[in-house]
């Protein structure tokens, strides 16, 4: 290793950076623009001193760079914990690392450290467009290392060498895929994380939170990506039912609902399956939370996930990667019949010195209609013919939130309706809850699955009534029954007026579809999958120490095969003349009159040919030979004269003749 | 005979006797040799196995977080080493090595190893090293070439050396897997002694002239060379046509025939110890040489000559590097 060669060449240099770059591109663009800008003027340093032939910076200046830039990373992450905030700071050291890549070593070590960049984004994203940045930023990486073993072996100013480099790594990048595939296929899975992940590490806040208060939705309205998948056995549910159950919401402080600790259910305390059911798998997106989704009421548990009194699912482990289960829902029974009183009093719990306007309507209300059912449906009725307006453009709320929203801005989407809705009810004393969650979804026809986007998130409420439990009342479909009917988009007015165009629609449809089946074969492919593979290849259920050994034993054969197709010898060269020219040596060669390595054609074919009938045309065939590989000849008539007069020649030793 | 030191002695007696008996018996070391499949050894290097506490972390990452795209990613680095592994060991196999050789040099001189190597098949190899101790070259052969490798092996002391145990090995393509390959051309490399720095002249007559006496240079009949003028030249040896052409006056300088016959004998150099005398006598002969003197040498029994010229001289040092 050429340990103190202070200049390294263009090439290794700067197929480094790019591999850098390219794998790190995602978390740059996660980060602060400062400190990405900070990287990437690190970068671009580096490439203009290799072409520059400039020294490295003194040591201090590193130190000094490197200890700021990791001090503004913690102060804009809030430390150094979390998954954005690690990547952050290894992409930041390899920045650093910039600045005195200088030898051979550190250039290998920063392309290999690309690799791993390329990895950790997939804690992030996993969709199917991130395959050609996989694919992207392996290849620049192994073209890296290509240039830099280049540069060891000293010959790095071949010309074209660039592309050659391109093309050889592109060419071990597709000789990789047969045994990462079979890999792929047969590395036995885990079914339990090794260790848990803390809840602190998840810090992409994606999805729902746990808490509502008015206006935190509309984050994710303006998120298009899908939050899950359902696949129905049958039909799908009709569109008004289908409310996916999330965080269901108690406590409310004025400001903000959230979560009660109520107990689990156990797996025997669930639903009864019942004749309506609907028999589905949820192909969900990691969102970093534990809410798993589902239709009213799981008759089923997945695995890893237990069921609240409220029939909130939750997994024991954060959502971190696609996850996929089976549910079942029975829609139809009653949920609570009799009411706790621990649990009608949480449910009716207000701060009493909020929005005396609601209080007064709500008392007033109770006083008029002695019937809960009649109630709601008068304040329904109420937001039907008041001008109440369904808009994401909302303005913040003051301290008593439903009186300014119910009386004086009445513009809203779900949460300001859910919320309201809630607090006249449980002014009215009836139990009243929070349910948010994910509403609608649009039916792909081709592929039979619904998919859900975030930005179908949704909130609704549950009232108790004496005789129906807890019963579903969607204030905001009072207002905008297009919302509830044909999803969120229909009513996200002039948002995307510029780009809402049919088949921009189709089109993203149709990538869905993609998307989904990419979920489903590859992001998808957990232990469950991979037992149920070796089931479909005839093989019965398969302990994980016999995984391994399956595994062992298709990589040795997938790699006794790519070894094979590696160490054959060549078949010959490509051209055609020295296919020839190889062949005739050979048959003659056969005769004991091989050519010495020493020798020239020409003086092997003289002193060969007295011994062979015929031997003058070997000579002829020789000459010819000679002119087309040593001489300027390269007529295509020539090339093929040679061919076929070499094709031809069959050395008989003299004296024994074919009769 | 001995083995040339940069042949990493020390480490060699460090290896356990058994590993040194399994690899006597497991690599065919003497030349011509062709490569295969028992000769070549393959270990990750320092970069490798960096590349493989790294890909393990990559492994326990994806498979805890249930991610297959890392997981994906981690495989398809994982295929690309493997491949790496037979490409480094597909670099060497059925390479074959030819011949090893080198003119001799004096004690003290870089040796200029030469080993012809071959490549049968039509595909080229690059990245090929072949090293001993320290001593490294890196070259490639062309399809169905062959080569001629060079390797400066440095001697110390005068004689027959083995050149000892080389290597040639490969890292080729991606600087993950070195493959290696050893062998001992058992062909040995002549190492004349070291002539002496600062040699007494020639022992005229046949007898070592102690106390380095010079003899006066002598005019003969014989021309020697050109020389510019000086006070003092007679007239008649200036070289007037060669004087017109360089624009100066120059004379003809003649000197004595120096063909007269000189005997060098071992045991009448002067020096402290045989090694002295020996390289002193390296000395003379060198000298003798390029005096176009004519000589014999006597060293022990052996006495060459009388005779000169460059076969002679040949003969001359390779008795004293024996001797």
Redesign the interface.
Known sequence: MKRNAPHLPTSPVAWTIAAFVLSASPHLLAMPPVLSGLVLVAAGWRLLAAQRRWRLPPGWIRILLSLSAIVLLAISYGGLWGRRAATGLLCLMLGAKMLELFRV?DL??VA??S??L???Q??FN?RLL??GY?MA??LAS?CA??A??RF????QRAPGSERRILR?GAM??L??????AV??LT?P??AQ???G?PDEVMDARTGLSDTMSPGSIAELYADDSPAFRAEFEGGPPPPGDRYWRGPVLWNFDGDTWERAFLPSRTPTDLVPPGSNDYIYNVQLEPHERRWLFALDYPVTLPENARISLDYQLTARKPI???TQYRMRSNPDPIDMPQLPETLRQLATRLPADRNPRTREMAESLRSRFGDDRELIAHVLDWFRQEPFYYSLETSPLGRHNADEFLFDVRTGFCEYYASAFAVIMRFADIPTRVVTGYQGGYWQSGGEYLLVRNSDAHAWVEVWLEGSGWTRVDPTAAVSPQRIQRGASSIAEGRESLFDMAWLRDLRNRYDRLQYLWNAW?????AERQQRMMRFLGLPDISRTGMALIMAASLGVI?LV??WA??R??R??RDPVRRAW?RLLRRVGRRGLAKR?SETPLAWARRVAPALAGGDRLVEITGLYNDIRYGDRREESLRRRFTQAAGAFRPEPLGSRRF | MAAIPGARASERARRPRLFERWLQRRTRLDLPLTLAYRQIFILPTR?GW??AI?MG??L?????????????????????S???M??S??TL??LVIRRGGAVPVHAGQAIDYRLAV?NP???PR??LVLRAGDARN?F?VA?RG?REVRLRLTPRARGWHKPGRLRIET??????FCAWSWFEPRAPVLVWPAPAADPPSLPEQGEAQLGGRRSPREEGEEFHSLRRWREGDPLHRIAWKASQRHQTLLSREFRRERSRHVTLDLSLAPGRDLEERIRILTAWVLRADADGREWTLKAGERALGPARGEAHRHACLRALAET
């Open positions: 070593r290998r070590m290999s450290v690799l791993f390329v990895t950790t997939f804690l996993e991130y395959i996989l930023g392996v192994v290392l290509l830099i073993q060891e072996q000293g010959n050889e071990m990048l000789a990789a895929l047969p045994v990462a890999l792929f590395f899975r885990l994380p090794l260790w992940l971190t990667a696609l590859i992001l998808g492919f957990d790699v790519v070894a590696w160490l010898d060549p010959g060269s190889l390595p | 970069f960096l590349l790294l972390a990559m326990i990452g994806s498979l805890n977080f249930n991610n297959n795209l890392g997981l994906l990613t981690t495989f398809i680095v994982a295929a690309t493997i491949n790496t037979l490409l060991f597909r196999r059925g071959d098949v039509e595909r690059s990245g890196v490639s399809p062959s890292t080729h393509p991606l600087g993950l």
